[in-house]
């Protein structure tokens, strides 16, 4: 079972009699098929409710959204909770369908049926049950979808914009799920005048530079100064292998590895030697000895892009922070980073 299957779900809808239906016979059961416990705010004990509320929200496993009827709270709560992750599932009572607002409406709403007042013939009781069925199948479906992959869970519009924004150029510090290939070579397109890249060889990034410039795809002047673990650090060489590895490894195998790294090295030398030929730019690769603890870009000493290699195998790239400068919430960690990678003992090539 995921983790988060241990958490409840948190259902918003509006608390009025005639909507008490739908969560009886919809959401209750559809959450109770995928393994969860409901829980309303109206159902808990009385207190801060905006407090309680939040923690729901942040706190919950998945939220259930019952839009019907237009409750301005309900749509407040759906508005937090889509700012949050991807893990709101919404639905609404098929008397309600049409009046879905234009925000949401392009993505999935699941319509539940209306109980039948009053007393049900047979046909109608059957009929009623068996697309209660479907639905209550639906929800579970997608609150399972939830559960199974948290990372991506349901779409949802707030979401779908932060998606689209570049962690080069958005304003705000952000997490990200990675920095592609195609991000470092946006990177290098749009940086004003420096950019400073903390590795272990550097080899990738003088592979973009190389891309992008000889391929003309830049055309104001660039600043590169890569910074990569000195060959003739043994201790730094030797923690990069254990995490390489997996294991602790031998001395003679270090000596090894390390005359690999090292014709990487000047390779990575070579490309920059023969950009420096390019009119516009200039680069430099510096040696810093130490334990390397994570890898980085400083972008126009504006922004960091930063992942731990500590937490990581040398082929991963996450997770990934970048932190921007202006971003008074993040102003404690990039004057931090920013600290470290000034601070990295260096010894020019």
């Given at each position: 079972m995921s983790p988060s299957a241990s958490r409840p779900a948190f259902v918003i809808m509006p608390f009025a009699p005639e909507f008490e239906a739908g969560f009886d016979d919809v959401i209750e059961p559809a959450v109770r098929a995928a393994g969860l416990e409901c829980i309303r705010a109206d159902q808990e004990a009385l207190g801060h409710i905006h407090k309680m509320m939040f923690e729901r929200i942040f706190e919950s496993a998945v939220v259930v959204a019952d839009v019907s009827g237009g409750n301005p709270n309900v749509f407040y709560e759906l508005g937090v909770s889509?700012?949050?992750?991807?893990?709101?599932?919404?639905?609404?009572?098929?008397d309600f369908r049409d009046r879905i607002p234009f925000d949401i409406a392009p993505y999935r709403v699941i319509i539940y049926p209306r109980r039948p007042e009053g007393m049900m013939g047979s046909g109608e009781l059957t009929s009623y049950q068996e697309s209660l069925g479907r639905v209550v199948a639906s929800l579970a479906g997608s609150?399972?979808?939830v559960l199974e992959q948290e990372s991506e869970?349901?779409?949802?519009p707030v979401q779908d914009y932060l998606s689209t924004r570049s962690p080069l150029t958005c304003g705000e510090s952000r997490h990200v799920d990675c920095l592609t290939e195609t991000d470092e070579e946006e990177m290098v397109r749009r940086a004003a005048s420096e950019i400073v890249s903390v590795g272990i060889t550097g080899t990738h990034f003088s592979k973009v530079l190389a891309r992008i410039l000889e391929a003309g795809e830049r055309v104001r002047p660039l600043r590169a100064r890569i910074l990569a673990l000195d060959p003739r650090d043994r201790e730094g060489w030797r923690y990069v292998y254990h995490l390489r590895e997996g294991r602790t490894v031998a001395d003679e195998e270090v000596e090894d590895l390390l005359a690999e790294d090292s014709a990487i090295l000047e390779r990575t030398l070579r490309v920059i030697k023969r950009l420096n030929q390019r009119v516009g730019f200039e680069g430099e690769i510096v040696y810093y000895s130490g334990i390397p603890l994570f890898w980085a870009y400083l972008v126009d000493d504006e922004?960091?892009?930063?992942?731990?290699?500590?937490?990581?195998?040398?082929s991963s790239r996450l997770p990934v922070s970048v932190l921007v400068r202006d971003d008074p919430r993040t102003r404690a960690v990039y004057r931090y980073y920013n600290e470290a990678v000034q601070g990295l003992s260096p010894s020019a090539t």
């Open positions: 889509h700012a949050t992750a991807r893990k709101t599932v919404t639905i609404v009572r098929e609150i399972a979808s869970g349901i779409a949802n922004r960091i892009i930063v992942g731990n290699l500590a937490m990581n195998r040398l």
